[in-house]
């Protein structure tokens, strides 16, 4: 037996009418002829997108930490290039 790949639009489609729950996951499965238990995979993963797009990206729970890090570390680069041009204008000031 072929095994039918599901385009991302059926798949959701399918998921959807899961959430909605108008009528048992298991006719719905049966009549779009999937399996149950892949059925409930796409539906486990489409919940999980759904949380990490919600995600509050403001707080420290949904900060990406190396983001946070690169951004204080270039933040820290550009304080040093300015000191450094400061420090080579003085000593062209006072060397004279």
Request: proline residues 0%.
């Amino acid at each position: 037996m072929d095994r039918k790949l599901w385009s991302n639009e059926e798949k959701a489609s399918i998921v959807l009418e899961i959430i909605r729950g108008d009528e048992s996951a298991a006719s719905i499965c049966n009549r779009h002829g999937v399996s149950a238990t892949q059925a409930y995979r796409w539906l486990d993963r489409f919940l999980e997108g759904g949380r990490s797009a919600l995600m509050d990206k403001r707080t420290k729970r949904g900060r990406n930490l190396l983001l946070d890090e690169n951004r204080q570390l270039k933040e820290l680069a550009g304080q040093q290039a300015l000191i450094i041009e400061a420090q080579k204008k003085l000593a062209g000031i006072l060397g004279r």
